[in-house]
């Protein structure tokens, strides 16, 4: 594999840990405050990346 295609695929990890990062943040939030809807649609998107 070469240096531009391994670059590639560690940016896109990166990316998706971040992802995971703040939708993990934002959950957490929105539990806090007991928003069950938003909490839902946050577990929804989780799932989606995973």
Known sequence: MNNNTQQRLQAGANHRANIQRILQHRLEVAKAKGDQTLVRQL?????YYN
């Open 43 to 47: 577990e929804a998107e989780s799932n």
